[in-house]
Protein backbone atom coordinates (compact mmCIF):
# COMPACT_ATOMS: atom_id res chain seq x y z
CA UNK A 1 0.00 0.00 0.00
CA UNK A 2 1.04 3.45 -0.85
CA UNK A 3 2.15 6.15 1.36
CA UNK A 4 1.76 3.52 4.67
CA UNK A 5 3.88 4.12 7.55
CA UNK A 6 4.54 2.27 10.25
CA UNK A 7 5.84 3.76 13.60
CA UNK A 8 5.51 3.55 17.40
CA UNK A 9 3.24 4.96 18.98
CA UNK A 10 3.74 8.79 20.81
CA UNK A 11 1.91 9.94 23.62
CA UNK A 12 0.47 12.24 21.52
CA UNK A 13 -2.02 8.85 19.83
CA UNK A 14 -3.68 7.72 22.68
CA UNK A 15 -6.95 9.13 22.02
CA UNK A 16 -6.60 8.20 18.78
CA UNK A 17 -5.70 4.73 19.23
CA UNK A 18 -8.62 4.67 21.38
CA UNK A 19 -11.14 5.64 19.19
CA UNK A 20 -9.79 3.37 16.45
CA UNK A 21 -9.58 0.10 18.88
CA UNK A 22 -13.55 1.02 19.56
CA UNK A 23 -14.32 1.29 15.95
CA UNK A 24 -12.12 -1.35 14.11
CA UNK A 25 -14.02 -4.11 17.29
CA UNK A 26 -17.88 -2.50 16.90
CA UNK A 27 -18.82 -5.11 14.00
CA UNK A 28 -16.59 -7.87 15.64
CA UNK A 29 -18.91 -10.51 16.91
CA UNK A 30 -16.05 -12.01 19.58
CA UNK A 31 -15.88 -8.32 20.82
CA UNK A 32 -16.62 -7.59 24.39
CA UNK A 33 -16.51 -3.94 23.89
CA UNK A 34 -13.48 -3.68 26.23
CA UNK A 35 -10.26 -3.87 23.61
CA UNK A 36 -9.49 -0.11 23.87
CA UNK A 37 -9.61 0.04 27.75
CA UNK A 38 -7.36 -3.38 27.28
CA UNK A 39 -4.74 -1.08 25.53
CA UNK A 40 -5.08 1.97 27.83
CA UNK A 41 -4.55 -0.43 31.14
CA UNK A 42 -1.86 -1.68 29.42
CA UNK A 43 -0.14 1.50 28.85
CA UNK A 44 -1.04 2.67 32.07
CA UNK A 45 0.71 -0.03 33.89
CA UNK A 46 3.71 0.46 31.44
CA UNK A 47 2.96 -3.37 29.62
CA UNK A 48 2.95 -1.81 26.53
CA UNK A 49 5.88 -3.96 25.35
CA UNK A 50 5.24 -2.89 21.43
CA UNK A 51 2.58 -0.56 19.89
CA UNK A 52 2.61 0.26 16.53
CA UNK A 53 0.60 2.64 14.49
CA UNK A 54 -0.32 2.75 10.61
CA UNK A 55 -0.09 6.26 9.30
CA UNK A 56 -1.27 7.27 5.70
CA UNK A 57 -0.58 11.01 5.87
CA UNK A 58 -1.72 12.41 8.78
CA UNK A 59 -4.82 9.48 9.21
CA UNK A 60 -4.23 6.59 11.59
CA UNK A 61 -5.50 3.40 9.95
CA UNK A 62 -4.31 0.59 12.08
CA UNK A 63 -2.82 -0.72 15.38
CA UNK A 64 -1.35 -3.77 17.49
CA UNK A 65 -0.16 -4.09 20.96
CA UNK A 66 2.13 -6.61 22.25
CA UNK A 67 2.79 -7.41 25.95
CA UNK A 68 4.55 -9.43 28.15
CA UNK A 69 3.29 -13.06 29.05
CA UNK A 70 4.18 -15.67 31.20
CA UNK A 71 4.29 -19.31 31.19
CA UNK A 72 3.73 -21.24 33.76
CA UNK A 73 4.02 -18.59 35.66
CA UNK A 74 7.96 -17.77 34.55
CA UNK A 75 8.29 -14.81 32.16
CA UNK A 76 9.93 -16.71 29.33
CA UNK A 77 10.69 -14.13 27.17
CA UNK A 78 7.39 -14.21 25.36
CA UNK A 79 4.72 -12.19 24.24
CA UNK A 80 1.28 -11.71 23.50
CA UNK A 81 -0.20 -10.41 20.49
CA UNK A 82 -3.45 -8.00 21.02
CA UNK A 83 -5.57 -6.52 20.41
CA UNK A 84 -5.02 -5.21 16.78
CA UNK A 85 -7.35 -3.31 14.73
CA UNK A 86 -7.62 -1.51 11.50
CA UNK A 87 -9.99 0.96 10.63
CA UNK A 88 -13.40 -0.69 9.33
CA UNK A 89 -13.59 1.11 5.82
CA UNK A 90 -9.48 -0.03 5.07
CA UNK A 91 -9.83 -3.69 6.43
CA UNK A 92 -8.36 -6.42 3.68
CA UNK A 93 -5.93 -4.39 2.69
CA UNK A 94 -2.88 -5.65 4.18
CA UNK A 95 -2.80 -3.02 6.70
CA UNK A 96 -3.28 -5.61 9.70
CA UNK A 97 -0.82 -7.93 8.30
CA UNK A 98 2.14 -4.96 7.57
CA UNK A 99 1.60 -4.55 11.49
CA UNK A 100 1.39 -7.74 12.92
CA UNK A 101 4.58 -8.83 10.44
CA UNK A 102 6.35 -5.30 11.40
CA UNK A 103 5.76 -6.09 15.33
CA UNK A 104 7.08 -9.57 14.88
CA UNK A 105 10.17 -8.59 13.18
CA UNK A 106 11.36 -6.10 15.86
CA UNK A 107 10.47 -8.61 18.18
CA UNK A 108 12.30 -11.97 17.28
CA UNK A 109 15.51 -10.06 17.91
CA UNK A 110 14.90 -9.64 21.38
CA UNK A 111 11.96 -12.37 22.69
CA UNK A 112 11.55 -15.59 22.39
CA UNK A 113 7.94 -16.23 21.40
CA UNK A 114 4.23 -14.97 20.88
CA UNK A 115 1.27 -16.19 21.74
CA UNK A 116 -2.21 -14.79 20.07
CA UNK A 117 -5.88 -15.60 20.83
CA UNK A 118 -7.57 -15.25 17.67
CA UNK A 119 -8.91 -16.93 14.34
CA UNK A 120 -6.32 -19.19 13.37
CA UNK A 121 -7.56 -18.88 9.60
CA UNK A 122 -5.96 -15.11 9.83
CA UNK A 123 -3.45 -15.89 12.11
CA UNK A 124 -1.67 -19.05 10.76
CA UNK A 125 -0.33 -16.52 7.81
CA UNK A 126 2.12 -15.66 10.08
CA UNK A 127 2.95 -18.75 11.15
CA UNK A 128 1.12 -18.80 14.18
CA UNK A 129 -0.15 -22.74 15.36
CA UNK A 130 -1.82 -24.46 17.78
CA UNK A 131 1.56 -25.86 20.16
CA UNK A 132 1.08 -28.58 22.38
CA UNK A 133 1.91 -27.81 25.67
CA UNK A 134 1.48 -24.19 25.61
CA UNK A 135 -2.02 -23.84 27.03
CA UNK A 136 -4.51 -21.02 27.88
CA UNK A 137 -7.38 -21.61 29.96
CA UNK A 138 -11.08 -20.96 29.22
CA UNK A 139 -10.89 -20.91 24.91
CA UNK A 140 -11.25 -23.83 22.88
CA UNK A 141 -7.69 -24.59 22.18
CA UNK A 142 -7.68 -24.41 18.34
CA UNK A 143 -8.14 -20.50 18.81
CA UNK A 144 -4.50 -20.34 20.63
CA UNK A 145 -1.88 -20.06 18.88
CA UNK A 146 1.84 -19.73 19.42
CA UNK A 147 5.00 -18.39 16.90
CA UNK A 148 8.04 -19.65 18.56
CA UNK A 149 11.74 -18.38 18.31
CA UNK A 150 13.09 -21.19 20.40
CA UNK A 151 13.63 -25.13 20.42
CA UNK A 152 12.56 -26.88 22.82
CA UNK A 153 9.59 -24.98 23.07
CA UNK A 154 8.51 -24.13 26.57
CA UNK A 155 5.65 -25.81 28.46
CA UNK A 156 3.01 -24.72 30.50
CA UNK A 157 -0.26 -22.25 30.93
CA UNK A 158 -0.21 -18.54 29.32
CA UNK A 159 -0.58 -15.96 31.64
CA UNK A 160 -1.37 -12.29 30.12
CA UNK A 161 -0.46 -9.51 32.00
CA UNK A 162 -2.71 -8.34 34.99
CA UNK A 163 -4.00 -4.96 32.83
CA UNK A 164 -4.45 -7.22 29.97
CA UNK A 165 -6.87 -9.31 31.92
CA UNK A 166 -8.47 -6.12 34.25
C1 LIG B 1 -8.48 -8.53 11.97
C2 LIG B 1 -7.89 -7.26 11.36
C3 LIG B 1 -6.89 -6.63 12.31
C4 LIG B 1 -7.14 -7.71 10.09
O1 LIG B 1 -6.55 -6.60 9.48
P1 LIG B 1 -6.83 -6.30 7.94
O2 LIG B 1 -5.95 -5.19 7.54
O3 LIG B 1 -8.29 -6.12 7.75
O4 LIG B 1 -6.43 -7.69 7.29
P2 LIG B 1 -5.33 -7.95 6.15
O5 LIG B 1 -5.62 -7.06 4.99
O6 LIG B 1 -4.01 -7.96 6.74
O7 LIG B 1 -5.68 -9.43 5.77
C5 LIG B 1 -6.83 -9.66 5.02
C6 LIG B 1 -7.19 -11.10 5.13
O8 LIG B 1 -7.56 -11.38 6.46
C7 LIG B 1 -8.86 -11.91 6.47
N1 LIG B 1 -9.46 -11.45 7.71
C8 LIG B 1 -9.65 -10.19 8.10
N2 LIG B 1 -10.21 -10.19 9.32
C9 LIG B 1 -10.36 -11.48 9.69
C10 LIG B 1 -10.87 -12.11 10.83
N3 LIG B 1 -11.36 -11.44 11.88
N4 LIG B 1 -10.84 -13.44 10.86
C11 LIG B 1 -10.34 -14.14 9.83
N5 LIG B 1 -9.85 -13.60 8.73
C12 LIG B 1 -9.86 -12.27 8.66
C13 LIG B 1 -9.51 -11.40 5.24
O9 LIG B 1 -10.56 -12.23 4.83
C14 LIG B 1 -8.34 -11.48 4.25
O10 LIG B 1 -8.14 -12.80 3.85
P3 LIG B 1 -7.39 -13.17 2.49
O11 LIG B 1 -6.03 -12.55 2.54
O12 LIG B 1 -7.34 -14.65 2.49
O13 LIG B 1 -8.24 -12.57 1.41
C15 LIG B 1 -8.97 -6.24 10.96
O14 LIG B 1 -9.84 -6.82 10.02
C16 LIG B 1 -9.78 -5.74 12.15
O15 LIG B 1 -9.46 -4.72 12.74
N6 LIG B 1 -10.88 -6.45 12.48
C17 LIG B 1 -11.73 -6.06 13.59
C18 LIG B 1 -11.04 -6.24 14.91
C19 LIG B 1 -10.52 -7.67 15.09
O16 LIG B 1 -11.26 -8.63 14.86
N7 LIG B 1 -9.24 -7.79 15.53
C20 LIG B 1 -8.57 -9.06 15.69
C21 LIG B 1 -9.01 -9.77 16.91
S1 LIG B 1 -8.34 -11.44 16.96
Given at each position: ??????????????????A?????????????????????????????????V???A??M?????????????????????G???????????????????????????????????????????????V????????????????????????Q???????????
Amino acid sequence: MSGLRIRPETPADADAISALTTAAFAGAEHSDGTEAEIVARLRAADALLLSLVAMQAEQMLGHVAFSEVTIGGQDRGWVGLGPVSVLPARQAEGIGSALIRAGLSRLQTTRRGCVVLGDPGYYRRFDFAVTPGITYPGVPPKYFMALTWEDPVPQGEVAYHPAFTG
